[in-house]
């Protein structure tokens, strides 16, 4: 019996859409939540990677239209009641409750310098946020994943296990099938974790550098206004 079960283990098929469509339901399902967990990181990481992209380009276009020496009420005017990139908005901010802080002779209501700082902060706030939406799940996918995957093992064993029990046969080519689909969770947990858990912390640490940019912008043009004030 033996000699013919090993005779039949080269003809068994070990490729991974094999070993899918043997596996237990509970491990399919595993494997599948796995696998969309692994297209949406990719989806994630691809989108913020454009994102910042975007963002570099649009702050160091609108870097140099600041510093070139144009007045800010003009570049104000030019940027319009929509800007688009995140510097202008935080410009944007600043400009707006500048203006509302003069009265109708022109004097300056008491603590805009404050209002001022508070407008930027939010505007800054605000493109943090979109910055950072969506990196939770890449962490959440980097620490959950491979254990998601053990689940699917663990599982895959124990119905291997059972039908050893059941066949009453403990010959390894019987073993061996149900043992490769059960580590196959496993390894598609790990593929789904290992890019989320590198990128994660890749685009937040971009993420991080462009916010420090905003905020650095943001104080610079806070030291301008108040020159003007205190003047």
Known sequence: ?????????????FSMLALFARATLTVKIVMLMLMVMS??????IIQKHLMFRTARQDAAIFDRAFWSGEPLDELYEKIGPEPQGASEKVFAAG??????????DGAL??????????????????????LNKGL???????????FIGLFGTVWGIKHSFEQIAISQNTNLAVVAPGIAEA??????GLIAAIPAVVFYNKLNSDSEHIQGNYE???DEFATILSRQLDA
């Open 95 to 104: 400009m707006l409750e500048w203006r509302r802080s003069h009265k109708q």
């Open 216 to 218: 650095s912008f943001a």
């Open 136 to 146: 939770s799940f890449l962490a959440t996918t980097g620490s959950t994943a491979p």
């Open 1 to 13: 019996m033996e000699t013919g079960t090993l005779a039949l283990a080269p003809e068994i098929d």
């Open 39 to 44: 297209f949406w990181s990719w989806a994630i």
């Open 183 to 188: 580590l196959l969770a496993t390894g598609v």
């Open 109 to 130: 209501i008491a603590g805009a310098q404050a209002r001022i700082d508070r407008a930027m902060d939010v505007a800054i706030a605000r493109e943090s946020e979109q």
